[in-house]
């Protein structure tokens, strides 16, 4: 089977899959939306080529910024006027 027909057939699963997995998480069974999303992630890295260790450091640069912008935030908040700055 040439690579692009499968690539088509596997996009065409993928659409397939979606649908499932929105209905399932909507309507039926949010847990198996969850398994779903995952077989869908998996499929998706192969179609592009993305490896387990690829996806991992993705992730952790997802972490670490999310952890970034949450502290700033919380810094931010907790920021007093210039004129309450205490004066030595």
Do not use: N, W
């Amino acid at each position: 089977m040439p690579v692009a027909h499968s690539e088509e057939r596997l996009l065409s699963l993928l659409a397939t899959l979606e649908e499932c997995r929105a209905f399932l998480a909507d309507k039926a069974s949010p847990e198996t939306g969850k398994l779903l999303s995952l077989a869908i992630l998996e499929l998706r890295m192969e179609l592009h080529q993305v490896t387990d260790s690829e996806l991992k450091a993705l992730c952790d640069l997802v972490v670490v910024d999310d952890q970034a912008t949450e502290e700033a935030e919380a810094g931010q908040g907790q920021r007093l006027p210039s004129y309450l700055k205490l004066i030595k």
